[in-house]
């Protein structure tokens, strides 16, 4: 699972376009892809809880679904998960659960939070993935933010919430 930070910039990018993507099609602005231990992308997934009216349609939730009937959770312990705002609570418990090594973000929930303010779409936990990975019983490593990514990644958030 070793990645230079050039490669982990670089994963973070397209996380960005997916968020792009997943706001084009009229979701909400998040991005994530899973990466497997030679650095191939497994998958990629947008949010999907607007179109889909899914409450549990997050990015990372929904690939993580998709990841844990295509692979076994050996396989997934050596992925990384790669993806455009640091997991929420519910991703990280899906993330957690789906057994995956390694997660890195380009921006925090807090400058999530700066963001969307007190948008009724997107009701925040203050609760950081670090906070819940850290109270279960495998070592999860997190790596982020990225500051290289930080522009880009707020920019897909800039005036989608009101």
């Known amino acids: 699972m070793e990645n230079n930070r050039a490669e982990h910039v670089a994963y973070l990018q397209r996380c960005v ?3 792009w993507m997943a706001r084009r099609a009229g979701n ?3 991005g994530a892809l899973l990466v497997g231990q030679e650095g191939d992308i497994l998958l990629e997934q947008g949010n999907i809880e607007v179109t889909e009216s899914n409450c549990t349609g997050h990015a990372e939730t929904t690939l993580m679904e998709a990841a844990s009937k295509r692979y076994s959770k050996e396989e997934l312990w050596n992925c990384t998960l790669y993806t455009s705002t640091e997991p929420c ?3 990280a418990g899906a993330i957690f659960w ?3 090594g390694r997660v890195v973000y380009a921006i925090t929930e807090k400058r999530l939070m700066e963001l969307t303010g007190d948008a009724d779409q997107n009701p925040m936990l203050d609760l950081p993935c670090r906070e819940v990975f850290n109270r279960g019983a495998k070592a999860i490593e997190v790596m982020g933010p990225f500051p290289e990514v930080e522009t ?5 958030h800039e005036g989608y919430w009101k």
Do not use: I, Y
Not at 152 to 156: I, M, R, S, Y
């Open 17 to 19: 376009e997916l968020s």
């Open 28 to 30: 909400t602005p998040f």
């Open 89 to 91: 609570a519910m991703c």
């Open 98 to 100: 789906g057994n995956v």
């Open 152 to 156: 880009e990644a707020v920019a897909a």
